[in-house]
């Protein structure tokens, strides 16, 4: 065992280490922290369980809290169990029994009746046998709705309307008490009101019907015998509800042709006579007809819609003769079409969008209107009966056909419109993409107008552009450019476009002479080099090599090119774009070529070293070796810069190299320092022996004269004594 100094390594303080565990400890807490909550248990949602939205039926906002009675409603959640059954309860009552989709769970009903409060909605995961809710609120609500006819039935002057009073979501076996006022259709001013009295059940619902006109309503006199809209409003405590209801002269708001349209009227006086009169939509009366009351004061007619009118909204109005009643009578009424689907097709068969569609009535010589959209559907509301329809692209009629409408149909139009298909090509046929095409044309419309129109595109990546369901039987006129340079002047006009369902336009790009000269360093014909060219967008490629006077002609495609410059060594020399728009000549000057490098070797006090040998080595090419002169340099002529290796060392001795990486771009002197040898006189020799050599040589002289000064003080001392012993008698 080895035991601790005390004294030179003192034991930490108990106290600093236990402080040291505690902060490693909240550090990892709190990266835990961080990360668990994004963390999803394997085979769980990632929402967890949980009820997360609750909504009216038919929408994705707002979140509701509360809600009405009988109110449609959908509450989105997530259970722990994939495509597992799963129990809603709305407080103590069932509302859902299903299957969850996946995880996901998105359930339909209505609110229950309940007493008005704070309930709980429940999710219960069967299979887990687990649970999770959210609180909604029951608000009471007071409702005053008019039993009306269903539509496009409607009620009628006379008849009596019920109002269907209720309370929901209020408290159980509460007393509920206010009043309901009928307010008369404009420019009448009266109103009838009455009270109302009514218990809650133990669910909070309570309900009366009243029957206006009614004896229950004051002042005496309620009446239904106006046209027009009636307001009914409802005022429980400092709560005020508001309905409406209306009374009409036809017994329907809308009719189809051939359908009878029964008016009634009353409130005139016996044997009262008045004129009937039904307008169309644009005003012009299409049935006109004395009508008298009875001992009662009520007026019946009739009007067959005849086949022959016009779809849209009709006016009725009876008119008496004297005594004009407070609100005349007056109403309108739509005689509908039934809607009718139109399908646009080219020659190709495909839809086409944004076509105007006219649908003529044969019958009534009245026009109805629609547009295709992007699938080529128009949906026009169109009676029964015979058409011509017509289909208009820009106002060009391209389309005309008869069609018997009988019922909900869909009926399909060929147009005479053409794909037209543009490819650009090389001569070889390789297409081109990334090209700017402008296209221009003009067309005349049913009008007569000349209507010129441009239209600007690119070809994709397999170089064509295709114009959907365009007019044929015109020209035109088709501009191809790249690089802002229009190439195909007089190859661009596609003319009296046939009515086919495909039209393919070829345009050619044209090829230019590329006359090319690469010059080295010196500017000097650089002969047999391999030249590749690449178009900038289109991909195309091209070789060449250069004479034996450095030059290359070659035909290529209209484009940008880069441009590579290699030797036969596969070297790369240069690098560079090149327009190819027209015939083009270019010089392409390989600065890397045929340079002059001059290397000299130093020793370590930088003195030059003569008979040295230095290599220069690049990828690709064959060693080059030279011996340096006595200013210690060698020089090498024809190298190709780049990344060179250099490499020197003595004479006899390879392993003793120093080598360095140069970057050569032009003709430069490098300097080797052999740092492990220097000059010592005529020869060359290690530092670490001329070290050696010269403490030795230290040494010796160290030793010599230590020597002499011992010689000469041992003789010194023989003087003194010679001396002292003549001195002696």
């Avoid at 995880?103 to 069967?126: E, H, M, R």
């Amino acid at each position: 065992m080895f035991n601790r100094d005390k004294k030179t390594h003192p034991k930490e303080p108990f106290g600093l280490k236990q402080k040291a565990i505690t902060v490693a400890l909240l550090v990892v807490m709190s990266i835990a922290l961080v990360v668990l909550p994004s963390v999803n248990v394997l085979g769980q949602p990632p929402t967890g369980f949980a009820i997360l939205q609750i909504t009216k039926q038919g929408t994705i906002s707002p979140t509701l809290t509360e809600g009405y009675v009988d109110e449609p409603i959908t509450v989105v959640a997530t259970q722990l169990t994939s495509n597992g059954p799963y129990l809603m309860y709305f407080g103590n009552v069932l509302v859902g029994n299903s299957t969850s989709q996946g995880y996901l769970i998105s359930s339909n009903f209505t609110i229950p009746q309940l007493p008005g409060g704070n309930y709980n909605i429940s999710l219960i995961d069967v299979n887990q046998n687990q649970g999770t809710t959210s609180p909604f609120g029951v608000a009471i609500n007071y409702i005053a709705q008019p039993i009306v006819p269903p539509e496009p039935a409607q009620l009628q002057e006379g008849n009596s309307v019920s109002l269907n009073v209720s309370v929901t979501g209020g408290q159980p076996n509460n007393a509920y008490s206010g009043n309901i006022v009928v307010m008369m259709p404009v420019p009448l001013s009266s109103n009838y009101s009455s009270a109302i009295s009514f218990n809650s059940s133990s669910l909070g619902t309570a309900n009366t019907v009243l029957n206006f006109p009614g004896t229950s309503f004051q002042p005496s006199g309620s009446t239904t015998i106006y046209a027009g809209q009636y307001n009914v409003i409802l005022t429980i405590g400092q709560n005020v509800t508001q309905y409406q209801f209306s009374v009409g002269l036809t017994d329907q708001t809308g009719y189809h042709r051939g359908d009878t349209v029964k008016l009634f009227a009353t409130g005139y006086q016996a044997s009262q006579t008045a004129t009937l009169t039904i307008t169309s939509p644009n005003g012009s009366s299409v049935f006109s007809q004395s009508v008298t009351a009875d001992g009662g004061g009520t007026m019946n007619a009739s009007w067959l819609v005849p086949t022959s009118v016009v779809l849209g909204q009709y006016n009725a109005t009876i008119t008496p003769q004297a005594n004009a009643k407070a609100v005349p009578d007056t109403q309108l009424f739509s005689i509908l079409g039934l809607p009718v689907l139109f399908r646009a097709l080219n020659l190709a068969g495909e839809p086409v969008p944004n076509l105007a569609i006219e649908a003529l009535d044969q019958a009534s010589n009245a026009i109805y209107n629609g547009t295709t959209g992007s699938a080529g559907i128009a949906s026009i509301s169109i009676a029964d009966g015979n058409y011509t329809v017509s289909a208009y692209w820009n106002d060009v009629n391209v389309a005309e056909t008869q069609i018997l409408v009988s019922g909900n149909s869909t009926y399909d139009i060929q147009c005479s419109l053409t794909d037209l298909v543009v490819s650009v090509q090389d001569k070889n046929g390789a297409t081109i993409p990334f090209v700017n095409l402008n296209f221009s044309y003009q067309y005349t419309t049913r009008t007569g107008a000349v209507q010129p129109n441009v239209l600007s595109a690119q070809t994709n990546i397999l170089g064509v552009y295709v114009v959907n369901s365009t007019l044929p039987r015109i020209n035109y006129v088709i501009d191809a450019s790249k690089y802002n340079v229009v190439f195909n002047v007089g190859n661009n006009t596609a003319s009296n476009l046939p009515a086919q369902p495909i039209f393919k336009a070829v345009i050619i790009c044209p090829d230019e002479t590329l006359s090319l000269k690469t010059l080295d360093y010196s500017l000097a014909a650089l002969p047999n080099v391999r030249i590749e060219l690449v178009e900038q967008a289109s991909g195309i490629f091209y070789s060449a090599n250069t004479d034996n006077a450095g030059a290359a002609t070659t035909q290529v495609t209209f484009g940008q090119y880069k441009l590579q410059v290699f030797t036969a060594n596969n070297i790369l020399l240069n690098e560079t774009i090149v327009n190819v728009l027209s015939n083009t000549q270019a010089q392409i000057v390989c600065s890397l070529y045929n340079l002059q490098v001059t290397v000299k070797v130093v020793d370590y006090f930088g003195n030059p070293i003569s008979n040295a040998n230095v290599d220069l080595s690049r990828s690709g090419l064959s060693k080059q070796s030279a011996t340096t002169q006595g200013d210690g340099t060698a020089t090498f002529n024809n190298v190709i810069g780049g990344s060179v290796e250099i490499t020197a060392y003595p004479s006899g001795n390879p392993n003793s190299f120093v080598a360095e990486n140069v970057q050569i771009t032009a003709p430069t002197t490098v300097q080797i320092t052999m740092g492990k040898f220097a000059l010592v006189g005529p020869f060359l020799m290690e530092t670490t022996l001329m070290v050696a050599l010269l403490v030795i040589l230290v040494a010796v002289v160290l030793f010599l004269v230590i020597e002499l000064y011992r010689w000469r003080g041992s003789r010194l001392k023989r003087i003194a004594e010679v001396k002292m012993n003549n001195k002696e008698p």
